[in-house]
């Protein structure tokens, strides 16, 4: 009888750890999942995977041995210990979503939806890129391709998922608070989100903003220079800025091209698996109507009336689907 192969998912109970096991027990059945604690008081669980119920265990040195992968999918701090208790498991590649193991010497950026070809290389450590990346990268090379981009500003919504469980939790827990002319909650981000934008958090926040900026901007500058279609796309000016919506990033962008091929050109040719465009006659793409969406969205693309050949673009995608699709395909490649 076949055996699957076994891979330990570091924070099965995590937002992220969820979308993961969904799409794994969908797309991947070849694949045996293990779902491990990223907190401990959240070991022992009975959840499901697929159709099948599921125990999420301990985050123990045995519950990591004799697999082929380990994906990390939960705290950082939860990462840093399934990457000590995975030193004695040589063979056991690690997926890494926490960004924990990137100073790892070998550790390797990875985006399967971006890499024009299969990665042979099954290295030991594959950071999977940040979905704001990934899903930049995506359009810009895309676009890059159809017609040459002179230069292009983007700002980036972030959506309170992106903190996790907490994240959301403090964003309800704020508006719900300032309703109730209450105090705020303020251990996530430091501020008050809830009903506003933030340009940064507080100063006692555990993870900047600005922060997140940068490791967007250094993975984007890397996806942008993999060989392929659209590679060599400059790099945009980004701004990142946190926005009081639970789920999905939005982009907004401006980019001047070449030539201008008119906004039907562009509608037909950025279309393609990971790209949905929705033309002008459709509404455009929204974060709440793009949950559970695979790949991006584009759509409300206009001329801009004060500079002929540049265009502005509004772009969406599920941040948890989109990072949940490409470790799995990572995953899939290495089992």
């Known amino acids: 009888?076949?055996?699957?192969?076994?891979?330990?998912?570091?924070?099965?109970?995590?937002?992220?750890?969820?979308?993961?096991?969904?799409?794994?027990?969908?797309?991947?059945?070849?694949?045996?999942?293990?779902?491990?604690?990223?907190?401990?008081?959240?070991?022992?669980l009975l959840t499901s995977l697929g159709e099948e119920p599921a125990l999420v265990t301990h985050l123990v040195a045995e519950n990591l041995s004799g697999v082929r992968a380990i994906i990390l999918a939960g705290s950082e701090a939860s990462s840093r210990k399934a990457l000590e208790l995975a030193a004695g498991e040589p063979h056991a590649a690690i997926i890494d979503l926490t960004f924990a193991a990137e100073d790892i010497p070998g550790a390797r950026l990875?985006?399967?939806?971006?890499?024009?070809?299969?990665?042979?290389?099954?290295?030991?450590?594959?950071?999977?890129?940040?979905?704001?990346?990934?899903?930049?990268a995506l359009f810009l090379r895309r676009l890059h391709a159809l017609d040459p981009i002179r230069r292009s500003v983007?700002?980036?919504?972030?959506?309170?998922?992106?903190?996790?469980?907490e994240g959301i939790e403090e964003l309800q827990a704020q508006a719900v608070s300032?309703?109730?002319?209450?105090?705020?909650?303020?251990?996530?981000?430091?501020?008050?989100?809830?009903?506003?934008?933030?340009?940064?958090?507080?100063?006692?926040?555990?993870?900047?903003?600005?922060?997140?900026e940068l490791r967007i901007e250094?993975?984007?500058?890397?996806?942008?220079?993999?060989?392929?279609?659209?590679?060599?796309?400059?790099?945009?000016?980004?701004?990142l800025i946190q926005a009081p919506v639970f789920h999905g990033y939005s982009f907004s962008a401006w980019v001047e091209l070449e030539s201008y091929p008119g906004i039907e050109a562009l509608e037909s040719g950025l279309a393609c698996p990971w790209i949905d465009v929705r033309g002008a006659e459709a509404e455009p793409p929204n974060n709440v109507g793009n949950a559970g969406q695979p790949g991006i969205a584009v759509g409300g693309i206009a001329q801009d009336a004060a500079h002929a050949d540049a265009c502005w673009f509004w772009v969406v995608a599920d941040n948890l689907k989109l990072a949940a699709e490409n470790a799995v395909a990572v995953a899939r490649g290495l089992v």
């Open 110 to 136: 990875r985006a399967p939806a971006v890499e024009w070809e299969p990665d042979e290389d099954d290295g030991t450590v594959h950071i999977v890129a940040h979905p704001a990346a990934i899903a930049l």
């Open 154 to 165: 983007i700002q980036i919504f972030a959506p309170a998922s992106e903190r996790g469980a």
């Open 218 to 239: 250094r993975q984007l500058a890397d996806l942008l220079a993999l060989p392929g279609g659209g590679e060599g796309a400059p790099m945009p000016s980004l701004r």
């Open 178 to 212: 300032l309703l109730s002319f209450k105090s705020l909650p303020k251990a996530v981000f430091d501020a008050q989100l809830a009903f506003t934008m933030l340009a940064r958090y507080g100063d006692e926040a555990p993870a900047p903003l600005r922060r997140t």
């Open 1 to 44: 009888m076949f055996k699957r192969p076994k891979v330990a998912l570091v924070g099965g109970e995590s937002l992220l750890g969820r979308e993961i096991r969904d799409l794994a027990a969908e797309t991947a059945p070849e694949i045996d999942l293990r779902l491990i604690a990223a907190e401990e008081g959240r070991a022992g």
